[in-house]
């Protein structure tokens, strides 16, 4: 992919004059965030290591930075409780979660929020995959709290609308996320 990017990077950016803010994949680290198209409850990571089969699904982006940011969001309860209402049930398999869907989830670009909470996300997201990653079954859930709470933040929630989300994610079992 390097190699592919490095050869034809003046024909893909002209290729991507046309999409605004659009950038030429992350392909220094190879990282992506991935997810199953076919879950009970969204759990989007963040790997590089790894080819996708076809029940996967994966976005890039040009910065690592920027790639926390978004998986910050993406595993947030506000998402969750935002894609419960425009999602598919996918019979007893649970929800179909397809790209058609996580493009339309409200996720405000990151010029466009207080730096110093932008940096906060970025820095909850890597304290929560650093901990995953020495013990998969650590319990990050004060950090994902944390983060959430940063999220309701930006998305100026009250206290009743933040209270129906965390009451639904609390009844339907929600536990820990996974962010690895």
Not at 14 to 43: H, M, N, Y
């Amino acid at each position: 992919m390097k190699i592919l990017c490095e050869n034809f990077e003046s024909g893909l950016g002209e290729a991507f004059r046309f999409c605004e803010g659009l950038k030429l994949p992350c392909v220094e680290k190879g990282a992506k965030i991935s997810w199953q198209r076919v879950t009970q409850k969204p759990s989007f990571v963040l790997e590089s290591d790894y080819y996708l089969l076809d029940s996967m699904a994966f976005l890039t982006h040009y910065s690592l930075k920027e790639l926390h940011y978004l998986l910050g969001f993406l595993n947030s309860k506000a998402i969750f409780y935002y894609f419960k209402n425009i999602g598919h049930l996918y019979s007893d398999k649970g929800f179909l979660l397809s790209n058609q869907y996580v493009e339309r989830f409200p996720i405000p670009q990151s010029t466009k929020i207080d730096k110093q909470i932008h940096q906060e996300i970025i820095d909850y997201v890597k304290e929560i995959l650093k901990c995953k990653k020495q013990d998969s079954s650590s319990d990050t859930s004060k950090l994902e709290s944390r983060l959430d709470s940063l999220i309701y933040q930006i998305y100026d929630l009250n206290d009743d609308e933040i209270n129906l989300i965390e009451s639904e994610f609390a009844s339907s079992g929600g536990g820990g996320r996974n962010n690895e």
